[in-house]
């Protein structure tokens, strides 16, 4: 019997309808564990999941101290970030050194030989490193986050984590191959192929992958392939499967370096695959898993990043702080101008709310029996969108010497502040694990969901009209309880009262909860199907949850900081909470009166060439 084949052709020819089917088949689709976003989503404010603010188990934080404390140091004396920027590479010595500290085990078990610490100490690992530089940190961050070391750790089996985790932890480098040419937020046309031997032993892969970080050095990496197409429910389903593939085997080739904006030190390459044999033993979890295993591995891989978005919020607000007193212009130190202290005041209240998001979700994952799905995705997209404006905003406060690189600000004689190198290396974050808009995407379908539980087999072509008819009559009844309940609700001056003077924002939270859910429902109301092409009314309702996510965690966090001896925090946690409410305010008016079509209109007729005539005048 011949062995299967995958047809690569076909592949590139994806339709909208098959990359959904495929993107739909990767879902988690069940929510057995709560959810605070999900729930605000639906019209309620459960600040008992959140509040009182979990804490970092103890433990856990003795362990992490004396590791934390030897790479700050080691950070401080041996990585020069302007030198790895210039030079495009971190140098061996300080990769060496890094493994040598552990840092390429952090989250690995202790039983194979890495640090066994939790998710939280790994991010404050991370904000160490990102806050002297990002190229560092996308090294070990493509490694541990969405390198080999989690999917093996949440789905390899016993023989697999003993043959890798321990070396990954004395600091053999991985990477993660999911990207492609055609291959980007879309995974649905994968070209890459993996079809197994006709003994069965082993699978042979060929294919390139685009972009992948660590891909020049790695010794291993997580590819993911199309593997031969399954029959469900009489429909062919396309298969994704993730693979363990050294980097050493026959076939594997770096074919090229690449080469970006910022993070200069990074090993980002394309690599090819001809002919690999790749061992069954080395296929993760399972086949077809693999899009489902790539995107559960970034529900709390993603996490580095809102932890990177702090670091460089932090980095700002200091660098303001020391700018903003010692320039002096018309009279004044420019700080105490008040265009400039408006930048100030309104970038410390949000960094306050950028660290109270990230460190929330991280104890969140840390405690188990909670799904933090969303709440990952809101602080991927929400920190790494507001500390660019943060970063954006130093850039404004430093004048020119924002625009001037470090080297030479050094070279003629003033401190080499590199906010240059800042904003350069920051600006992949809104791109790379999963962009700002497949964000926004990722969190409107799970919003969604319950609606789609109740209605969505009414708008489904394959459903029958008799099942329709059931299914009519449950939604009518499930929506004339649940529809005027997101109306009613317990007195909001009787809520909250224990948090003083926050406790306004929480009403707010809670009365913009019901108005959300029930936004969310008009919305699916007016436009029925066409929702889903509705995207910047999608967008609007995820801006407004995010938003209101961030409030409830940043007055958690205050509350808890206050109790520790940290009073200012209330202070932050009102400023942060006053801003946040007009954008919940300017969202939600946008929702249903804005210039989406006409905006969509002129799009369209730009793409099709119509407005070239605007071009003109340029060389
Ligand atoms: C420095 C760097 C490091 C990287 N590291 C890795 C790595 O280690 N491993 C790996 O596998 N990949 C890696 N990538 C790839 C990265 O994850 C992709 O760049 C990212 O997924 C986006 O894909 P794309 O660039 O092809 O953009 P596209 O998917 O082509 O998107 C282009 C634009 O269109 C938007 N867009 C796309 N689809 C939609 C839609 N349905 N609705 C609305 N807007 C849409 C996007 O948001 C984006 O703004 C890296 C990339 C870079 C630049």
Redesign the pocket.
């Known amino acids: 019997m011949a062995a299967p084949t995958v047809d690569s052709k076909a592949s590139s020819m994806v339709t909208e309808a098959e990359a959904r089917a495929v993107a739909e088949a990767a879902r988690e689709t069940e929510w057995t564990s709560p959810s605070f976003v999900a729930e605000l989503f639906n019209g309620r404010l459960r600040m008992d999941l959140i509040h009182p603010h979990p804490e970092p188990d103890q433990e856990d934080a003795a362990r992490a101290k004396p590791f934390l404390d030897r790479l700050a140091q080691f950070l401080r004396e041996r990585v020069d970030a302007d030198r790895i920027d210039r030079e495009e590479a971190i140098p061996p010595e300080v990769v060496q050194g890094l493994k040598d500290l552990g840092a390429f085990g952090i989250k690995i078990p202790l039983e194979y030989g890495g640090l066994g610490l939790s998710q939280y100490h790994y991010a404050k690992a991370m904000q160490l490193v990102s806050s002297v530089c990002g190229s560092t940190c996308?090294l070990l961050s493509?490694h541990q986050s969405?390198g080999v070391p989690q999917p093996l750790k949440l789905f390899g089996t016993t023989d697999q984590k003993k043959r890798y985790l321990p070396k990954l932890a004395r600091g053999m480098v991985s990477?993660?191959?999911?990207?492609e040419p055609g291959?980007?937020?879309?995974p649905a046309a994968m070209e890459t192929t993996a079809v197994p031997t006709e003994d069965g032993a082993a699978w042979v892969l060929n294919g390139e992958?685009?972009?992948?970080?660590?891909?020049t050095i790695a010794e291993v990496m997580v590819v993911m392939a199309r593997t031969p197409p399954r029959v469900v429910n009489g429909r062919e389903r396309k298969q994704i499967t993730a693979f363990l593939v050294e980097t050493g085997w026959p076939g594997v080739e770096v074919v090229h370096r690449?080469d970006?904006m910022g993070?200069k030190g990074?090993e980002?390459g394309v690599l090819r695959f001809t002919n690999v044999r790749v061992p069954k033993e080395n296929v993760l979890w399972g086949e077809g898993k693999g899009l489902k295993l790539a995107l559960t591995t970034l529900n709390t891989g993603r996490l580095t990043l809102p932890t990177s978005a702090v670091a460089a919020a932090k980095r700002c607000l200091q660098i303001v702080r020391e700018w903003g007193n010692a320039r002096v212009q018309w009279g004044r130190p420019i700080g105490r101008h008040d265009a400039v202290a408006q930048m100030i005041g309104s970038m410390a209240a949000n960094t306050f709310a950028l660290e109270a998001v990230a460190e929330l979700c991280s104890l969140l994952a840390d405690k188990g029996g909670y799904d933090i799905r969303l709440e990952a995705a809101i602080a991927k997209l929400y920190n790494s969108e507001r500390a660019w404006s943060i970063i954006d905003d130093t850039v404004q406060i430093r004048g020119g010497r924002g625009y001037e690189t470090a080297d030479s600000l050094r070279r003629r004689g003033e401190k080499p502040v590199p906010v240059e190198r800042i904003m350069r290396d920051f600006r992949?974050n809104l791109?790379?694990?999963?962009?700002?808009?497949?964000m926004h995407?990722f969190i409107a379908r799970e919003a969604v969901d319950r609606h789609l539980r109740v209605a969505g087999p009414l708008l489904d072509p394959h459903v029958g009209a008799g099942e329709k008819a059931v299914v009519l009559l449950r939604t009518v009844l499930f929506y004339a309880l649940w529809y005027p309940s997101r109306y009613l609700a317990v007195p909001a001056f009787l809520k909250y009262s224990e948090f003083g003077r926050l406790a306004k924002h929480l009403r707010f939270v809670d009365r913009k909860s019901r108005a959300l859910a029930r936004a969310v429902f008009h919305a699916m109301v007016r436009f029925g199907p066409k929702l889903e092409q509705r995207?910047a009314v999608l967008f609007r309702l995820v801006d407004a949850g995010s938003e209101l996510f961030a409030m409830a965690a940043a007055c958690s966090r205050a509350m808890m900081l206050a109790k520790q001896g940290q009073p200012e925090a209330i202070e932050m946690a009102d400023l942060f909470c006053r801003e946040a409410r007009r954008r919940v305010q300017g969202s939600f008016a946008r929702v249903f009166s804005n210039d989406d079509v006409p905006t969509y209109r002129v799009a369209t007729d730009v793409l099709d060439g119509k407005h070239a005539w605007m071009e003109s005048g340029v060389a």
């Open positions: 996308a493509a969405i990477a993660f191959a999911l990207t291959v980007g937020s879309d992958k685009l972009w992948c970080t660590n891909g690449c970006f993070l990074i980002n992949i791109i790379f694990e999963g962009s700002s808009e497949i995407l995207q």
